[in-house]
């Protein structure tokens, strides 16, 4: 079935540091896919999406490509703020199945 | 708009009593999914509903979980009898369409003594 892989946490890094997530997917179809962030204590809120073959998503200074040739969607950032500091989860919708996501990734950002 | 609001924010209960936790989508929404959240599980969706209706209850993980939507505002997941293994962060999420962006609640932290 449909499945999203993301790298293992956590993920520590010092402000202003470059920041890289990645996350691969198996999907029957051609699925969208998405960013969601978890801040402590609250729900996952959506960061970016992209729903077809080399679309970017973007927001916040965050952006993710979606390329169908490498079945990624890697999320990136020029420069972290401690403020970024939360869980980032991959996620892909294809088809008539619920919205599939990865186990999630922390990342800590350090002053 | 108020978001998906949950109750309670907390859940102590002792091994063998029945828990209650509640949703209220936001208003327009036609989809609301439960999902469970643990460290060793990470993300797992429980069941959703589509216009109050059940549409996949194939991640409850036995009898002992059922949840109702009696109208559209209005959500309950229920556990009877509640074990400690059932300790976890359960969220409810809502969406406009199948594919709309979820959003989520801030959660419901169940611990079982």
């Known amino acids: 079935g449909d499945s999203v892989t993301q790298m293992e946490g956590p993920v520590t890094l010092s402000e202003e540091a470059f920041l890289t997530i990645n996350c691969t997917y198996t999907?029957?179809?051609?699925?969208?896919l998405f960013w969601y962030v978890q801040y402590p204590g609250e729900g996952l809120q959506l960061l970016l999406k992209?729903?077809?073959?080399?679309d970017k998503g973007s927001n916040k200074g965050f952006e993710a490509t979606y390329r169908k040739e490498t079945t990624s969607f890697h999320l990136e950032k020029g420069s972290v703020q401690v403020s970024d500091s939360a869980v980032y989860f991959c996620?892909?919708?294809?088809?008539?199945?619920?919205?599939?996501f990865g186990k999630g990734t922390r990342l800590s950002v350090i002053a | 708009d108020a978001g998906v609001i949950q109750s309670p924010r907390h859940e102590v209960t002792e091994m063998g009593q029945e828990v209650t936790l509640r949703c209220k989508p936001i208003?327009?929404?036609?989809?609301l999914f439960w999902y469970r959240q643990t460290m060793m599980r990470g993300l797992e969706l429980l069941i959703y509903?589509?216009?109050?209706?059940?549409?996949?209850d194939s991640g409850m993980p036995e009898d002992r979980f059922s949840a109702k939507m009696p109208n559209a505002s209005f959500s309950t997941l229920k556990i009877q009898p509640s074990e400690p293994r059932d300790s976890a962060v359960y969220f409810c999420?809502?969406?406009?369409?199948?594919?709309?962006?979820?959003?989520f609640g801030n959660g419901t932290r169940l611990t079982v003594t």
């Open positions: 999420a809502s969406s406009y369409t199948y594919n709309s962006p979820l959003h």
């Open positions: 999907a029957t179809g051609y699925p969208s």
């Open positions: 992209a729903t077809k073959a080399d």
């Open positions: 996620a892909l919708l294809s088809g008539n199945t619920p919205l599939v």
């Open positions: 208003s327009g929404h036609d989809y």
């Open positions: 509903f589509n216009n109050n209706v059940p549409i996949d």
